[in-house]
């Protein structure tokens, strides 16, 4: 796009007047400065900035049938009515595309299918909760009846020490067993040896028998050890073995017990999780089944507007996807248009500041427009820094004879004025299109009934402005305050009064910075 800036002085009070002696210079190789003598003069000054663009249409919105269902569900539509073409005027509510509504109900069917599905998990998931709290229940029974029986037992150190001391027992009564059975062989030695001793002392042996009662009684103490059931030592061992083994049963159940209570938490998380999971699946087959109910079967304006687009596949019959854009509606009358500006300019403009927008095509007919977005990123091509300003046309219908635009603030400030509408002649009914190019024009400044010279006449030195006031016949450097400037035309605020008449030249020398403003900016300037 072309960038550039028009400045426009309107001369209120009649044009300037120009005296032009001829002058030539002597030597045609060296350019010499041809002065001109020109009067201060009262006018209004306009500080624009200008860009060129096209006009889009503001409000745009692409249609479709739109997504139904979750992803792995049925996504395309088939097009069963077509009521619109690409530049046809529509109301709200105008039915665009049908859709065939065969597909849509098989879609229904199958999606409560896959509900009922998932809804007897559900209920399988949520009965296995039950059953696991239920086993819970009984294992915690049986592990209170476990321990019940293991307190009721003996401590179980205690019955090891009896344990203990029955081994004890035993082991002194297998020591008075082994005694007795030394003591019967020592009565018996003794035995034999008193019947040698007997036969030797008298003639008659049988008259003497040997003495057993020592024998007996030892007999009669071990087999007392070996058979007698109420023996203390044999009484302790089986009774203390067979609490043992109460108690090994009894410990073994509270483990077994305690195990079983672990495992039936778990399983009841894990059924509760099941439950979670199996929620979680009715709830994406309810949405589905819900979107798929609520899904558009037809595509309806959703205002009242043009239709700027209809792809080449909505056709009668043509499978489409739900979700791809089909048409494109506007709001026929509400436009934009966009324009770039340098980086110096994009410093002066706001949103919301009032701009105009005129017709390349057609003279005359300019409308009113507000800044509606200034770009916050830089677009730069060569070296060179723009940014893209945003212009919304306030009506589709021109200005009329007699209307201002509104100021570039909401309280216009003294000595400013709006821009003039053009005049009725030159406006025309015509209709707004998108696409067509545009001049954008965005006030910066404006000042009216201010003095002013052509810039050219000013010079910069240092940090001052100065003219060359004529004094009768005689040049003398004046020093002046200036104002805004158009780029064309500067507002002298003082130094010097209307009628005044200075030199301007129109080549510039460049041992002072050259005629003009050097390097201030021109604010609108070229």
Known sequence: MKLFRIVAAIIMTGG?????????????????PTPQIVTVKRGNINVTVTGTGNLALQKKQELSFGQTGIASQTSTAKISEVNVVPGQTVKQGDV????????????????????????AGLAQAQTAVSQSQLALIQDQAALVKARQSLNSQQDVQ??????????????????LLQQARAASDQAQAQY??????????????????????????????????LSNPSNAGATLINSGANGVSQIQADVLATQQAQAKIVTDQANIINAQNNVVLAQNKVDDAQTTLTNDKNSA????????GLITQVQSNVTTGAIVQR???????AVADQFVANIMVT???????????????????????????KITQIAPLATIQQGVVNYQISVQLSSANPLTAGTQRPSTSATPSAGTTAVPS??????QNVTLKDGLSVLVTIPIQSRTNVLMLPSRAITRSAQNYTVQKMVGATAQTVTIQTGITDGTNTEIVSGLNEGDQVLERTTTSSTTGGGGFGGIRIPGGG
């Open 16 to 32: 300037m007047v120009f005296l032009s002696p001829s002058c030539t210079g002597a030597n045609a190789s060296t350019p010499t």
């Open 96 to 119: 665009l595309v049908k859709a065939d509504t065969t597909d849509y109900q098989d879609q229904l069917i199958t999606d409560q299918h896959n509900l009922d599905s998932v809804l």
């Open 158 to 175: 205690n019955l090891q020490n009896q344990i203990d001391n029955a081994n004890i027992q035993l082991q002194q009564a297998v020591a």
């Open 192 to 225: 034999w040896t008193s019947q040698i001793v007997y036969f030797s002392e008298n003639t008659n042996p049988g008259s003497k028998t040997p003495d057993g009662g020592k024998i007996g009684v030892l007999q009669q103490q071990m087999n007392n050890l």
């Open 297 to 304: 079967q037809e595509i309806d304006a959703p205002f009242d």
């Open 323 to 329: 979700n791809a854009t089909l048409i494109e509606i």
């Open 343 to 369: 980086e110096h300019d994009v410093l002066s403009l706001k949103t919301g500041e009032n701009a105009v927008v005129s017709l390349n095509a057609i003279t005359g007919n300019v409308y009113p427009a």
């Open 422 to 427: 053009p005049s009725p002649t030159a406006t």
